[in-house]
């Protein structure tokens, strides 16, 4: 199964600033996805990156306010543009590992984010 | 709007009972769906995929099951262990792309 670390594991930011999250995977992987979960709350996805193309969106999401890349087939970038409060949540990336047999998603383990 | 609605209250268990979980969607008609554990500080684990097609998928102590007409999975922890305390989500899906419920927390009491 693949294995997934992001960078920074947390984070307290200003209002007003950006960051940006970085996901590595130990094998190369097509879809990789980034998810949104606020406290309490489930996950929500924020936009699905395949290299060589455009991320896709979800409604209610921006690339203004989240761009991504994705250079190549083990590393992915989610910026957080512009920050308030509100985007104060855990952001985590995962991707869908065709070796598996469910073609199950794998996740890391998440980016705390904290905007005062 | 689809509506993926997991126990709105945690659950808390003696070591050795079953927890039961539910799972219920509104407006959505899912191939399959999947049940993640979360820990805290941590992302999600996969445990159990159950195609539409399917009424029960086993585990080692996990159960899943899947009735299209109620619109509602089940999960099952048998004989239940301080060690099985997470957040339980559930996840549908007709493609690539995962919606999941809000969770449920198990707290297993030794």
């Known amino acids: 199964s693949a294995v997934i670390s992001q960078k920074p594991s947390r984070d307290i930011c200003q209002r007003g600033t950006s960051l940006t999250i970085q996901c590595q995977v130990d094998?190369?992987?097509?879809?990789m996805f980034w998810y949104r979960q606020q406290p309490g709350q489930s996950l929500t996805l924020i936009a699905t990156?395949?290299?060589?193309?455009?991320?896709?969106?979800e409604s209610g999401f921006v690339i203004d306010k989240f761009p991504i890349s994705r250079p190549n087939l083990t590393f992915s970038t989610l910026t957080v543009s512009n920050m308030s409060p509100e985007d104060s949540s855990i952001y985590l990336c995962?991707?869908?590992?065709?070796?598996?047999?469910?073609?199950?998603?794998?996740f890391g383990p998440g980016t705390r984010l904290t905007v005062l | 709007s689809q509506k993926i609605e997991q126990n709105s209250e945690a659950l808390n268990i003696q070591e050795g009972k079953t927890a039961t979980l539910t799972c219920n969607y509104t407006?959505?008609?899912?191939?399959?769906l999947q049940w993640y554990r979360q820990d805290p500080g941590r992302g999600p684990v996969f445990l159990l995929l159950i195609r539409e097609n399917e009424k029960e998928k086993r585990k080692e102590r996990l159960k899943v099951t899947f009735d299209t007409t109620l619109k509602q999975s089940l999960f099952h922890i048998t004989a239940s262990q301080p060690a099985d305390s997470a957040t339980y989500l559930c996840a549908f899906s007709n493609d690539y792309k995962l919606s999941f419920g809000a969770g449920t927390t198990v707290t297993v009491r030794a």
């Open positions: 995962s991707v869908e590992d065709p070796r598996t047999r469910y073609n199950e998603q794998f």
């Open positions: 990156a395949n290299q060589g193309s455009e991320a896709t969106y």
């Open positions: 094998s190369q992987v097509t879809m």
């Open positions: 407006n959505y008609s899912p191939a399959y």
